[in-house]
């Protein structure tokens, strides 16, 4: 292996990267199996031929290493299928001729991670590689097959990234923010393919919907199960939600339906509406699934709970994840409200509720996190109001 001089490691770190968004984003079809490990473990089966046809399995990893959900979307033209492989169910809708891959999936996916992001979207490996040029201290390391460019930052955490020798296309991702899960992504590449179509299995039972559920936590007692889903169940309802949410530093106004959201805070607000997202002196054209990279871009952060709601996933799943333990830790009246307490543990994250019994929603929301000693590195707490 070849260690290139240390003067010439951060251009020559910066060519790679800028190397690779080129390559993906000249790309017009590919194939790949990516497997995400962190805090939830995760694989892709990903094809696609530019602009208008790909498939994408999503694998959901349990315990034990089987498959929680299993699940291929299609999209072939104007049109999205999905194929529930658990439950032998599928769907169908529209998903316009206006707008990326990944833009066009989401009517039925939601919000795709960066994994299959940046294979999906011609612009995005640049967009995410990019985030890393403001880090020093980057080395390259080359052989016959592969490139590897990383750094290790006091403090801060260690990033590698390898790259294909020859078409500097992304082959892993190792993300470590200290405080953090780390979280290592892997690219398989497969055969480029010509074709993608769709046609359900004989027997699959055609739906409007599918139920889209995490895998649970471990609980400690039949009572902490019951006060979780009686949770989870209030939310996956909702038609709307409006509420203020504070954590001691910046307060959130919220309104979420099935089709808006509107977020203000004394800093800057946003708002969505039939496809439209509006910020500042800005209005553009998307999809809700695109709604989090544009204000990433602006450096508009979203409330975590609007977050998932508009990636139709559910708030107390996000937050009592799969590998916690949960139990029934007390009752407190708030205002005139009782509310049950519940926490989640697990060795880097530790989640404490309230839970409303009227409506079993969220009244305050705590999230500590870890370090591999045991030491707490961060602490957020957030208290809600609805209206």
Known sequence: MIILPLLATQANAFAVFDSCAKTHASLKAASAVITVKGKASSRYEVAFIQ???????LSSVAAGGTAASERVFTLVGSKVYGLDLKTNEWLERSAGTTGNI??????VVGQLDDPANILLIPSRAKDYLGLFKTMPGWVVSRNSSDITVSTSLKNIGDYSFKFRADDKRLLSADIHTRGQTRTVWTYNYRTTPTSI?????????????????AAPPAFESKAAQAIYQASVGAYRK?????????????????????NSAIQKNRLYSFSYSNGSLAFGSKS???NAADIELHLERAKI???????????HKNPVERLLTQGMKVRVIGNLKIGQVMNDLIEGKSKEYR????????????????????????????????RFTYR
């Not at 909702?238 to 099935?258: A, E, K, Q, S």
């Not at 952060?301 to 990636?311: D, Q, S, T």
């Not at 929603?361 to 000693?373: C, F, P, Q, R, V």
């Open 51 to 57: 602009p208008d046809r790909a498939r994408i399995r």
């Open 102 to 107: 990944a833009y066009r999936l989401s009517s």
């Open 197 to 213: 179509a769709f046609t359900p299995p004989a027997r699959a039972r055609k739906v409007a919907m599918f139920q889209d559920r």
């Open 238 to 258: 909702l038609p709307n939600l409006n509420y203020t949410v504070t954590d001691g530093i910046t307060t959130f106004d919220v309104n979420f339906t099935r």
């Open 284 to 286: 553009i054209k998307c």
């Open 301 to 311: 952060g979203v409330e975590p709970v609007l977050k998932a709601l508009i990636n």
């Open 351 to 382: 989640v404490m509720l309230a839970i409303r019994r009227d409506t079993h929603l969220i009244s305050s929301a705590t999230s500590e996190n870890y370090d591999g000693k045991g030491n707490r590195v961060a602490r957020v707490e957030r």
